[in-house]
């Protein structure tokens, strides 16, 4: 319910929100069946690791720009899934540093 009301309250129908993959698979009908935004997947595989990397993020938001869309989010989830693994502090840091400097809104479900 919580994923559905930020859906509909912060973004307008055709935004985009990022999301590290892999993710918990109902994320996508959380966020867009109602509030109709675009979900993009930034892959966290690298070297057969789970890994959070700025440098996708922000590949994938100069995509989505390319393309016309707005970006207004990114979504953590931490545990991560489905290895239940978690993400340090100092993962997180250039990450979050990045988003609240280029988005302003940061979803991180524990």
Excluded at 2 to 30: K, S, T
Excluded at 71 to 95: C, H, M
């Amino acid at each position: 319910m919580v994923c559905d009301l930020l859906g509909q309250v912060l973004f307008d129908e055709g935004d985009v929100l990022l999301i590290n993959a892999p993710y918990y698979h109902r994320f996508p009908n959380d966020f867009s069946d109602r509030g109709l935004i675009e979900i993009s997947e930034v892959s966290s595989i690298k070297d057969n690791e789970i890994v959070i990397c700025v440098d996708r993020f922000e590949a994938a938001l100069q995509n989505a720009k390319k393309q016309g869309k707005t970006v207004r989010a990114i979504l953590i989830v931490n545990p991560r899934n489905p290895d239940a693994g978690y993400f340090t502090l100092e993962e997180l840091k250039p990450l979050i540093d990045w988003a609240v400097k280029k988005l302003g809104f940061i979803f991180s479900f524990l």
